[in-house]
């Protein structure tokens, strides 16, 4: 089983925010006082940490699904839901963040640096939130939002201020051992050291780490081995020490053959690097050192002689050691611990991470429609941060709150910009990105054509409050007056003539 880990995707939700409650209070001798349904809590956010404990990313190799706890739903008497507990999870220090297309979006160095990686979904609002004059007691409540979801890729490139490379069963493992606490693992076969390895190294009043890089073959920086895949941990050291093996067993290597090669590499990966200006020095340009390993060997100490010339025509510092007696080591970590304090002030200051405001242009726009072919038809898609909010948020259960809404987008102006794209009634309109949207077949509001019409919840007919006068009274009774008394009259004329025929007179003919 992989004990370490450099590399994961990692899918994050935050949590969903609670939803709002729909509560009427009731007291004694107000058995309706009004509404009292509170918010629901905000959902809980996933969070990177770096952490000085963790070394790999294992954990989320094993489980690559990490959800924050989601908001507690609103309560009656005006009792909000709890907030969702925030999920933390620890990375390793050099944990560089980025998206499935690749691009950057944090690069975590130094313990207790923070990033959001998920954001909690909002709480909906409560019923007592939603009243106002003219809808004093809402039947209905808004739902929480969903948390946010994402597909992040964490990779580790390790924060060393020294690192190791050369050929496998070079030594670097045995060197790291010798020189700091760390036990990796030691062997006498090639690609003994699968993953990379760290190690404290302390020479006076000089203190760093080293790096131990699985072992480099040519052809490594096009995947060969496993120096593709290790060769990121040596991006962020401040010195390259390249360990040649000057007791080879092969008959065709020999040190300056093996340092030509690994340079040849470290030269084609760097040229795929993207260096921050200002902030590092380029891979190839770093301080170099040379250590020829395993010269306690006769044979080793003999082909130390022989390329020592050579090599010194690179003017960097060569050093011959043996990690088995422990020759040489104490005069290579005062020269690395030298250099790397060089490097290390040869560093610009730090500068805090500018304030970045991006105010939102005048002429944006709220949402925009778009039509497309749905269902063998043509359909509107209304696309925006506002409608596609306030669909998640509604209750289609409720038909007030299908009202609130309809409200909402009318005042808003999607209905005119319906209208606008070719709308009609009875058009498809979806409201909502790609399979999640709403469908629905929409139906205007009616603006003409009904004079008793008024807003959604009104009707002109309570709205008349005219009363009629003292005079007006008595006309409209002497009208209905002269009418009866006219009606009298005429049925009486027509009886007279003969013309009439009184039922109750009439006997039985029976």
């Given at each position: 089983?992989?004990?370490?880990?450099?590399r994961?995707?990692?899918?994050?939700v935050g949590?969903?925010?609670?939803?709002?409650a729909?509560?009427i209070?009731?007291?004694?001798?107000?058995?309706l006082?009004g509404?009292?349904?509170?918010?629901g809590g905000?959902?809980?956010?996933?969070?990177?940490?770096?952490?000085?404990?963790?070394?790999?990313?294992l954990?989320?190799?094993?489980?690559p699904h990490?959800?924050?706890?989601?908001?507690?739903?609103?309560?009656?008497d005006?009792?909000?839901?709890?907030?969702?507990?925030?999920l933390?999870?620890p990375?390793?220090?050099g944990?560089v963040?980025?998206?499935q297309?690749?691009?950057?979006?944090?690069d975590m160095?130094g313990?207790g640096?923070?990033?959001t990686?998920?954001?909690?979904?909002?709480?909906?609002?409560g019923?007592?939130?939603?009243?106002?004059?003219k809808?004093?007691?809402?039947?209905?409540?808004?739902?929480?939002?969903p948390?946010?979801?994402?597909?992040?890729?964490?990779?580790?490139?390790?924060?060393a201020d020294?690192?190791?490379?050369?050929y496998?069963?070079a030594g670097k493992?045995?060197?790291?051992?010798?020189?700091s606490?760390?036990?990796?693992?030691?062997?006498?076969y090639?690609f003994?050291t699968?993953?990379?390895n760290?190690?404290?190294v302390e020479?006076?009043?000089?203190?760093?780490?080293?790096?131990?890089?699985?072992?480099?073959?040519?052809?490594?920086?096009?995947?060969?081995?496993?120096?593709?895949?290790?060769?990121?941990?040596?991006e962020?050291?401040h010195?390259?020490?390249?360990?040649?093996?000057?007791?080879?067993?092969e008959?065709?290597?020999d040190?300056v053959?093996d340092?030509?090669?690994?340079?040849?590499?470290?030269?084609?990966y760097?040229?795929?690097?993207?260096?921050e200006?200002?902030?590092?020095?380029?891979?190839m340009?770093?301080p170099?050192?040379i250590?020829?390993?395993?010269?306690?060997?006769?044979?080793?100490?003999?082909?130390?002689?022989?390329?020592r010339?050579?090599?010194?025509?690179?003017?960097?510092p060569?050093?011959?050691?043996?990690?088995v007696?422990?020759?040489?080591?104490?005069?290579?970590a005062?020269t690395?611990?030298?250099?790397?304090e060089?490097?290390?002030?040869a560093?610009?200051?730090?500068e805090?991470?500018?304030i970045?405001?991006a105010?939102?242009?005048?002429?944006?726009?709220?949402?925009?429609?778009?039509?497309e072919?749905?269902?063998?038809?043509?359909?509107?898609?209304?696309r925006?941060?506002?409608?596609?909010?306030w669909?998640r948020?509604?209750?289609?259960?409720?038909?007030e709150a299908?009202?609130?809404?309809?409200?909402?987008l009318?005042?808003l102006?999607?209905?005119?910009?319906l209208?606008a794209a070719?709308?009609?009634?009875?058009?498809?309109?979806?409201?909502?990105?790609?399979?999640d949207?709403?469908?629905?077949d929409?139906?205007?509001t009616?603006?003409?054509?009904?004079?008793?019409?008024?807003?959604?919840?009104t009707?002109?007919?309570?709205?008349d409050?005219?009363?009629?006068t003292?005079?007006a009274k008595?006309?409209?009774?002497?009208?209905?007056?002269e009418?009866r008394?006219?009606?009298?009259?005429?049925?009486?004329?027509?009886?007279?003539s003969?013309?009439?025929?009184?039922?109750?007179g009439e006997?039985?003919?029976?």
């Amino acid at each position: 089983m992989a004990t370490f880990v450099d590399r994961v995707q990692l899918q994050v939700v935050g949590g969903s925010g609670g939803h709002g409650a729909a509560s009427i209070r009731r007291e004694k001798f107000k058995p309706l006082a009004g509404p009292d349904g509170a918010d629901g809590g905000r959902g809980g956010d996933v969070i990177l940490e770096v952490d000085a404990s963790t070394t790999t990313l294992l954990e989320y190799h094993h489980k690559p699904h990490q959800r924050a706890t989601g908001g507690g739903f609103g309560k009656g008497d005006l009792r909000h839901g709890a907030r969702g507990q925030d999920l933390v999870l620890p990375v390793p220090d050099g944990t560089v963040v980025t998206d499935q297309d690749g691009t950057v979006l944090v690069d975590m160095i130094g313990i207790g640096t923070r990033y959001t990686a998920a954001r909690g979904g909002s709480g909906g609002l409560g019923n007592a939130a939603l009243a106002n004059t003219k809808r004093k007691a809402p039947g209905f409540a808004l739902l929480g939002e969903p948390g946010q979801e994402r597909s992040l890729v964490l990779e580790l490139k390790t924060v060393a201020d020294v690192a190791l490379v050369g050929y496998p069963s070079a030594g670097k493992s045995s060197l790291i051992a010798a020189m700091s606490a760390a036990r990796p693992k030691i062997a006498d076969y090639p690609f003994t050291t699968l993953v990379p390895n760290l190690g404290v190294v302390e020479a006076g009043q000089h203190r760093f780490t080293v790096a131990d890089v699985p072992g480099l073959i040519p052809g490594a920086s096009q995947g060969k081995g496993l120096g593709l895949d290790f060769l990121r941990h040596i991006e962020r050291c401040h010195v390259i020490v390249h360990v040649l093996d000057a007791a080879a067993m092969e008959s065709d290597r020999d040190p300056v053959g093996d340092l030509v090669t690994i340079e040849n590499e470290l030269a084609t990966y760097a040229a795929s690097l993207d260096e921050e200006a200002g902030t590092r020095v380029p891979l190839m340009e770093r301080p170099t050192v040379i250590v020829l390993n395993k010269t306690d060997l006769p044979d080793g100490a003999d082909m130390a002689d022989m390329v020592r010339a050579q090599l010194a025509e690179r003017e960097v510092p060569i050093h011959d050691v043996s990690a088995v007696s422990r020759k040489g080591l104490r005069e290579l970590a005062f020269t690395l611990g030298e250099q790397v304090e060089q490097a290390r002030a040869a560093l610009p200051a730090p500068e805090a991470a500018p304030i970045v405001i991006a105010p939102r242009a005048v002429d944006e726009k709220d949402f925009h429609v778009v039509t497309e072919q749905y269902d063998g038809g043509t359909a509107f898609r209304v696309r925006g941060d506002k409608p596609e909010r306030w669909v998640r948020q509604t209750d289609f259960s409720n038909d007030e709150a299908v009202g609130f809404l309809a409200d909402r987008l009318a005042k808003l102006g999607v209905e005119d910009r319906l209208y606008a794209a070719g709308a009609v009634a009875g058009s498809t309109v979806l409201i909502g990105p790609g399979d999640d949207a709403v469908v629905f077949d929409w139906e205007p509001t009616m603006v003409g054509g009904a004079e008793l019409l008024g807003r959604r919840g009104t009707d002109k007919r309570l709205e008349d409050h005219h009363r009629p006068t003292r005079d007006a009274k008595r006309e409209e009774q002497r009208a209905r007056t002269e009418a009866r008394m006219n009606r009298i009259a005429a049925m009486e004329a027509e009886r007279r003539s003969g013309h009439w025929a009184d039922p109750a007179g009439e006997e039985d003919p029976r």
